[in-house]
């Protein structure tokens, strides 16, 4: 949907199913429903509308049976108001992002909680070697000594 007609049209069909779900559609099964995103095909023939509904799972199934019995109403509604000669065919999706973003949440926790664990394993740790692993020339008076030896021994002399 990449040119502005379309992209248009899409913005102005979800308002339109908004305000017809919030004022018009009176079925009973219809949940707390929310727009969130219509996309068109390129030739504007048809329009996946995705919608969220607050709930629990049975009021998804209600609320998706009662979208689809105002298919017709709706679609009829959206050619009138644009003065579309063929009024797109609708397709109702149920939105993933709120779940997807709640399992994100879940991930995230437990991220935290294992951080925390270790975090507090490496609290009371300490080096199996010491502080400083690594040999210093300054402080090392051994290594001072041996590079002085090492300097002393004459070369050896090769045929």
């Not at 199913?17 to 095909?41: H, W």
């Not at 329009?47 to 049976?65: C, E, H, M, P, Q």
């Amino acid at each position: 949907m990449s040119n502005p007609r379309a992209r248009k049209l899409a913005d102005q069909i979800k308002v339109i199913v908004a305000q017809m779900l919030e004022r018009r559609i009176k079925d009973p099964r219809l949940g707390f429903v929310t727009i969130t995103d219509v996309r068109l095909t390129g030739d504007s023939r048809e329009a996946s509308i995705f919608y969220t509904v607050l709930g629990a799972d049975a009021d998804l199934a209600s609320s998706a049976a009662a979208l689809e019995s105002a298919k017709g109403l709706l679609r009829s509604t959206i050619g009138k108001q644009l003065g579309l000669r063929f009024a797109p065919a609708l397709e109702f999706v149920l939105d993933a992002v709120p779940e997807n973003a709640r399992h994100i949440e879940e991930l995230l926790a437990q991220t935290r909680t294992a951080d925390e664990e270790l975090a507090a394993r490496a609290a009371g740790a300490e080096y199996a070697g010491g502080a400083d692993p690594y040999k210093h020339a300054d402080s090392d008076d051994d290594f001072d000594d041996e590079l002085q030896a090492g300097d002393q021994n004459e070369p050896d002399e090769r045929p």
